[in-house]
């Protein structure tokens, strides 16, 4: 009888585990609280997820639904160059273009590759207990789901997370972020990212005619703007150079979300017994290298490989977590520091760190980017 894992939360690195664990025969369902699972705006998805999902035999369905990018600008707010490499040196470095894909687009490829009925929408996981047996989830309908292991997907608030590491505390990281789609058509040379004191911005083509982008700013916890988000953006946002003002008036202000940003305590413990972390739920990270899902992906199929090396659960678990600690301790790291360069109080400092970066030899820019998201970057347990 196949072993019955019960995987809590069906976002991005929920679904994509359920994939790689049906895939080797295990018997899932996924536990979803939320009843509409709309995720709005995009993702980038980085040459080193395409690669793990290419492990799933998910990638070229996700180059598919995509736009493919192959610039890489970074400017000034003054329109300025930071960085502008060549498309055959960013394809080069990274082994293929990135990918940037609707999240709806991209939950609606990872449901349909898992079997039909194992997602239960609208159940909450309230609780969770560990015996000889394998694990108990209490659910909010007050019942008990019994498995022999136990995936947590449930993000930064993770039950699963706090089951094996205690309290974890979590803050707002002192910023926000906006996101959004608009119905237009950029430059492709100008496909990147705009900065300025205390301000990033990133705009992206996600097919097209359209166009992803988002921006960040330091402020009030909450803070909402009395006029409304997009206006409030189109205002300050106004001098800034192309494509920001055409992409901005070009977006809905349906289309735009807001979010403050939060930092969470480190889990110490990722795996103990048959339960285990994936995803923000393990890892959270700031979004400023644009890899909090790429690495949830990462995480789905290397949890997969060490599934497939051993029937035991909990050794295959804490082998995973071991394994993975290393490279996610560093991503988690950098995202952090850049995000607090870029939102140095006073704005000079944060405009002068900034635009120092433009320091940095290509070589060295290029051999970091490598590393990080490449198609090289993601290696399966030898």
């Known amino acids: 009888m196949a072993h019955r894992i019960v995987i809590i939360g069906a976002g991005i690195a ?9 895939q080797r025969d295990y018997d899932v369902s996924i536990i979803e609280e939320r009843t509409d699972t709309s995720t709005g ?25 995509g736009g493919q990018i192959t610039a890489g600008a970074l ?15 960013l394809i080069a470095t990274l082994g293929e273009p990135l990918v940037v ?7 609606d490829i990872l449901t349909a590759a898992v ?6 929408y609208g159940l909450a996981a309230n609780g969770l207990r560990a015996n000889a047996d394998g694990v108990q989830v209490r659910l909010s309908d007050e019942t008990v789901r019994e498995a022999d292991a136990v995936v947590g997907a449930d993000g930064i608030g993770s039950m699963v997370a706090r089951h094996l590491n205690g309290p974890l505390a979590h803050r707002y990281a002192g910023y926000t972020a906006w996101r959004g789609i608009a119905s237009y058509a950029m430059d492709l040379e100008l496909a990147g990212g705009t900065l300025g004191p205390g301000v990033e911005t990133g705009h992206v083509p996600v097919g097209p005619d359209r166009t992803y982008w988002y921006a960040t700013e330091r402020a009030p916890e909450g803070r909402l703007a009395p006029e409304g988000e997009l206006p409030y953006l189109r205002t300050k946002l106004a001098g800034w ?12 202000p349906a289309d735009v979300l807001r979010n403050d940003i939060y930092d969470r305590a480190p889990a110490r413990h990722w795996a103990r017994g048959p339960a285990v972390l994936v995803g923000d739920a393990a890892h959270p990270m700031r979004p400023h290298l644009g890899q909090g899902g790429c690495q949830g992906i990462e995480d789905a199929a290397i949890l997969g490989a060490f599934v497939e090396r051993t029937t035991d659960l909990a050794t295959a678990f804490a082998r995973f977590a071991s394994y993975r600690r ?23 400092l944060s405009a002068a760190a900034t635009r120092a970066s433009v320091l940095v030899p290509e070589a060295m820019f290029t051999r970091h980017l490598a590393s990080v998201a490449a198609r090289s970057a993601f290696v399966l347990p030898a």
């Open 41 to 65: 705006a995009a993702i980038s998805i980085w040459p080193n997820a395409l690669a793990a999902l290419d492990e799933l035999g998910l990638g070229d369905a996700i180059r598919e639904a």
């Open 101 to 107: 894909v609707q999240r709806s687009s991209l939950r």
């Open 14 to 22: 929920g679904l994509a585990t359920a994939v790689a664990l049906q």
């Open 75 to 89: 400017r000034w707010r003054d329109g300025s160059w930071l960085r502008h490499p060549a498309a055959e040196t």
């Open 241 to 252: 150079p192309e494509p920001i003002p055409n992409v901005l008036a070009a977006t809905a």
């Open 115 to 120: 079997h039909g009925g194992t997602i239960e």
């Open 326 to 348: 290393p490279r996610i301790a560093s991503l988690v790291r950098e995202s952090a520091l850049i995000g607090r360069v870029i939102n140095l109080r006073p704005a000079f």
